[in-house]
């Protein structure tokens, strides 16, 4: 993983091979990424309010972003 500080990414794409399944684009996003089962596994958690992703993170078993 390249060292991009993440805290300034507030766009996500998501592209497969028909092209673009999902974005967002809100300015005020928080971008959070999760690698799990040996980093076979990438969750990403777009939120505007970081409480909020927090608590999903944590319901989801990502209790350290």
């Given at each position: 993983?390249?060292?991009?500080?993440?805290?300034?990414?507030?766009?996500?794409?998501?592209?497969?091979?028909?092209g673009?399944?999902?974005?967002?684009?809100?300015?005020?996003?928080?971008?959070?990424?999760?690698?799990?089962?040996?980093?076979?596994?990438?969750?990403?958690?777009?939120?505007?309010?970081?409480?909020?992703?927090?608590?999903?993170?944590?319901?989801?078993?990502?209790?350290?972003?």
């Amino acid at each position: 993983m390249n060292s991009t500080d993440l805290h300034r990414i507030t766009r996500l794409e998501v592209i497969d091979e028909t092209g673009r399944v999902y974005t967002n684009w809100h300015p005020d996003n928080r971008i959070t990424l999760s690698f799990q089962d040996g980093n076979r596994t990438l969750k990403v958690f777009v939120g505007r309010d970081s409480q909020a992703t927090r608590n999903t993170m944590e319901a989801e078993g990502d209790a350290n972003p």
